[in-house]
């Protein structure tokens, strides 16, 4: 059984910035961060693979957000960038021990989430 723990969340200002975090009890492959706004489906931001060689980008975010992760410590980062207030969601990070890719259903494990909330 793999428990994951987000932090970094917090409140920001339109244009800020802000990293999150994802620290991992046990080994994983794939690696990723959905996000869930109050009345709407949870949705994919970001993933990543076991080796960090190859990333995927929700069209959204592209271009301000940046993962990575570090192996030897079992976590996973989110570092984001220029915000916007409809980044304002619940992020989750999730793990797969096989494939991950942009499905909820690709991941094995999900942490608790962390709010993100960003004002004008």
């Known amino acids: 059984q793999v428990q994951l723990v987000e932090s970094g969340g917090g409140l920001v200002q339109a244009g800020g910035s802000l990293r999150l975090s994802c620290a991992a009890s046990?080994?994983?492959?794939?690696m990723g961060w959905f996000r869930q706004a109050p009345g709407k489906e949870r949705e994919f931001v970001v993933a990543?693979?076991?080796?960090?060689?190859?990333?995927y980008y929700a069209d959204s975010v592209k271009g301000r957000f940046t993962i990575s992760r570090d192996n030897a410590k079992n976590t996973v980062y989110l570092q984001m960038n220029s915000l916007k207030p409809e980044d304002t969601a619940v992020y989750y990070c999730?793990?797969?021990?096989?494939?991950?890719?942009?499905?909820?259903?690709?991941?094995?494990?999900w942490g608790q989430g962390t709010q993100v909330t960003v004002s004008l």
């Open positions: 999730a793990a797969a021990l096989k494939y991950g890719g942009s499905g909820l259903l690709g991941y094995d494990y």
């Open positions: 046990g080994r994983t492959f794939a």
């Open positions: 990543i693979s076991g080796s960090a060689g190859s990333t």
